[in-house]
C-alpha cells in the first residue's frame, strides 16, 4: 500500500489551505476514533450536537470542504446539515425503543446566501407516529439569518443487530 507516499507527495506540493483542510479533517477522523463522533460525516463536517428543549440543533463550522465555487455553503451541505438535525433528534427519541429511523423524503427551500464563518440548523417535529415521523428544520448563519427551510419525513425501522 502506498498510502504514506501519496500523502506525503500531497503534502509536499498542498498549497496552505490544503495543508489546512487535511490536518483538520485528520483530526476530525482522530476524533470519530475516540468516540467524539458517531460517523465519518459527523466528522468530516465536525458537527457539533445538542437537543436544547424538544428540539436538536447542529453546529457545523464552514470550511474550504463545505463551499461551493463562490466560497458559500454548498446546498447539498446545507440538506446534510438539515437532514443530521432531523436524523439525530428521532434517532435519540428511537433508540432507547430499540428502533431507528431514516429519511424517506426532504423539501429544502434555500431562502439566502451567507458568507458567516459558521450554520447551525434546528429540528422540531411536526408529527409522530408509530411508523412515520414528519418534522421540520432551519439552517441559519452565525448572525440567526435563516439561510433555509425543510420538512422531512422518516420511516421508522428496526435497528439492525451488531454482530
Known amino acids: 500500500m502506498h498510502t504514506t507516499s501519496t500523502i506525503q507527495s500531497f503534502l509536499e506540493q498542498a498549497t496552505e489551505t490544503e495543508r489546512n483542510l487535511l490536518e483538520t ?74 428502533k431507528g429511523a431514516v429519511t424517506t423524503n426532504l423539501t429544502i427551500h434555500y431562502t439566502k446566501a451567507t458568507t458567516e464563518p459558521s450554520v447551525y440548523s434546528i429540528a422540531s417535529y411536526l408529527h409522530k407516529g408509530r411508523q412515520t415521523l414528519v418534522l421540520e428544520a432551519s439552517a441559519y448563519d452565525a448572525k440567526g439569518t435563516r439561510i433555509a427551510y425543510a420538512t422531512g419525513s422518516f420511516f421508522v425501522i428496526d435497528l439492525p443487530t451488531q454482530k
Open 25 to 98: 479533517f485528520v483530526n476530525s477522523l482522530e476524533e470519530k476514533r475516540q468516540g467524539r463522533y458517531t460517523t465519518f460525516v459527523n466528522a468530516a463536517f465536525q458537527f457539533d450536537i445538542s437537543f436544547p428543549d424538544e428540539t436538536c440543533r447542529v453546529d457545523m463550522p464552514i470550511t474550504p470542504l463545505t463551499v461551493n465555487s463562490f466560497g458559500m455553503p454548498h446546498g447539498g451541505i446545507v440538506a446534510t446539515l438539515i437532514d443530521n438535525a432531523m436524523g439525530f433528534l428521532v434517532n435519540k427519541d428511537l433508540r432507547p425503543q430499540g
